[in-house]
Structures are given as C-alpha cells and as structure tokens.
C-alpha cells in the first residue's frame, strides 16, 4: 500500500476504534475490557491476511467497507 493510502487507512481504523468504544460485547478473554482500536486491527488482519500497511492498493475500498461493517455490527 502506498504510504498515503496507508495514512488514510489509518486514519478510518482509528475513527473506527472511537465508534466502538464502550461498543463491543463482554468478552471472559478481557477481564478489564476490549481495546477497539487493536480489535478494528486484528480484525482487518485476519480478513485480509496482511497488516494494513501491507494490503494491495486496489483492495482499499473493501477494508473501508469491512470496517464499516465491523463499526455497525460490533461482535
């Protein structure tokens, strides 16, 4: 990814990890609470295969409409 889509994407995931705090369900794996921004994060990895800044270019649209999806519907 070229480092300004990188940036942008960046941007978005922590947008997204705001829209999700206090969001996400109880989890016994996290006694003291989810961190959204690292769930945004191992979220699109393990989608994608790839860390954000390691995604092809012309896959960016479809991060962005993943972590759209993962803003509306929290698990």
């Known amino acids: 990814m070229t480092p300004e889509n990188a940036k942008l994407l960046l941007g978005y995931m922590q947008d997204a990890g705001r829209d999700l705090e206090g969001r996400l369900p109880i989890s016994?794996?996290?006694?003291?609470?989810r961190n959204p921004f690292a769930h945004v994060a191992t979220c699109v990895k393990r989608k994608f295969g790839s860390s954000y800044k390691d995604i092809d270019d012309s896959l960016l649209e479809n991060v962005i409409e993943y972590i759209d999806q993962l803003v509306e519907n929290p698990r």
């Open 28 to 33: 016994k794996h996290h006694p003291r609470g």
